[in-house]
């Protein structure tokens, strides 16, 4: 007797006809395309030369090596004694004397050093300045400015260039010009657009309820992606005028814009978004809850998808007072509590993956009901560093590279988006002070 052969897992109703084997087949065959080699793809910035000018500036760092992934020419040209935030590393781990954040942001890109003290340098930036298409300016605003070097001395000689600048205030304003000394900062970035009193525990009485910092430079990297969403628009813009144009970005507002309405709120609607923690200021369940062996997530967005929680936990007793969202929004924490603390017992009874599987089950037979009355609950195991490296679905992707840096092999986040016909990718870190000085000043006639 033949084993019967497996079925494909599906969540949509839509793939559950005659055409599901087609569709799924052209889905597996673009994944295989996504995850594939990148060998024979174009890049597609490989007609782009990017120059970088920072110091301790990570937002600088970080749109210059996503650039380097899209296949731009990125030279970071720092002073001879190098960029300061080479120093900068958790717990003292560096490798070759390099610290691990400016390591990893050096993807793809070529090091030289230039001493911008001496009349020497300048002449050397103005001349790899006069080749490139974009000029990334991590320095303190006006500094390249009175160098000679600046946006409006540099666009009277190249009208087609796009000119990056990330400070921490932005180049404009009167507060941008008092504040042109202060170095940029993830921490105070993130203090600037009130995010930390967004975070924290919400229950913590007086004086614990302080605010907390969230993650690990979300206001670098936020940053540093909106500078390349501005740079490639600039690119885009170029290339159909011939014109490029400066592209303004203060650190300090860049997370407030990802945000969303959590800083107007108080504004438009009269009453102040209050920290909330775990909990979410829309609907219940949706955040972290302890199960038997660790943590998982738990997403309720709309009111069949509650009810789908009822039904795996068979505690329908809880529908007659929770019945709507507007019950269980969290503008009276004290009354959604109550309400937290019957999920909670019900969640600790399970371990992570039986929940997750219990909701996959019910996801699945709700992929059919054409009024999607079953509800769609999502449960996902809340998962550690170590767990996320381990994990097969991240390796399938391969979102995990190893990588040759500098003769030590360390892991890598690999690009990400993933693009089936112009891929990202991790050539090279190669980030030694000074380490393509010789092939650089020949290929551009500087002056050694």
């Known amino acids: 007797m033949k084993p019967e052969k497996s079925k494909e897992k599906v969540f949509s109703r839509h793939l559950t006809g005659k055409a599901a084997s087609e569709h799924l087949a052209n889905f597996n065959k673009l994944l295989a395309d996504l995850m594939g080699s990148s060998e024979g793809k174009p890049e597609v910035l490989d007609d782009t030369a990017v120059i970088e000018i920072s110091e301790a500036n990570f937002p600088a760092l970080i749109s210059a090596s996503i650039l380097g992934e899209l296949g731009a020419e990125v030279i970071k040209v720092e002073p001879p004694d190098g960029d300061p935030a080479r120093k900068v590393t958790q717990y003292g781990v560096n490798v070759d004397g390099i610290g691990i954040p400016f390591m990893m942001e050096s993807r793809n890109k070529q090091h030289i050093t230039l001493d911008l003290k001496t009349e020497k340098g300048i002449e050397n930036l103005k001349k790899l300045i006069t080749k490139a298409d974009i000029v990334i300016d991590g320095m303190k605003p006006g500094f390249l400015d009175s160098l000679g070097v600046g946006y409006r001395q540099c666009v009277e000689q190249k009208l087609s260039l796009v000119y990056l600048a990330i400070p921490p205030y932005g180049h404009f304003t009167a507060k941008g010009k ?72 203060a650190s300090y507002d860049a997370l407030t814009s990802w945000m969303g309405y959590s800083t107007i709120w108080g504004v438009n609607f009269r009453k102040p978004r209050m920290r909330v923690g775990n909990m979410d200021w829309n609907t219940f369940p949706y955040g972290y809850y302890e199960a038997k062996d660790g943590f998982v997530t738990i997403a309720a967005g709309a009111d069949q998808d509650f009810r789908g929680f009822l039904k795996i936990f068979k505690r329908w007793d809880l529908e007659n007072d929770w019945r709507f969202v507007f019950d269980r929004i969290t503008d009276d924490l004290d009354k959604v509590k109550v309400l937290e603390s019957e999920f909670k017992k019900e969640i600790m009874k399970n371990t992570r993956k039986e929940i997750v599987q219990k909701t996959i ?27 996320v490296l381990n994990e097969e679905h991240w390796k399938v992707r391969k979102s995990f590279l190893d990588v040759d840096a500098g003769g030590t092999k360390v892991k890598m986040p690999a690009p990400t988006p993933k693009l089936s016909a112009t891929p990202l990718r991790l050539k ?14 020949t290929k551009y006639g500087l002056n050694e």
Request: glycine content about 8%; overall charge neutral.
């Open 178 to 249: 008092a504040c042109a000394n202060i170095p940029d900062t993830d921490l105070t970035a993130q203090s600037e657009s009130a995010y930390p009193f967004l975070t924290g525990n919400p229950q913590a009485p007086e004086p614990y309820n302080y605010p907390v910092k969230a993650g690990v430079w979300v206001a670098s990297y936020m940053s540093g992606v909106l500078a390349v969403s501005g740079a490639l628009t600039a690119l885009l813009y170029k290339r159909k005028t011939g014109e490029g144009q400066m592209v303004d970005i």
């Open 361 to 387: 089950a019910l996801s699945q037979k709700a992929a059919k009901d054409r009024l999607r009355g079953q509800g769609f609950p999502i449960a996902v195991e809340t998962l550690s560093p170590r767990e």
């Open 428 to 441: 090279r870190i190669e980030c030694a002070l000074g380490a393509h000085n010789k092939q650089v000043f």
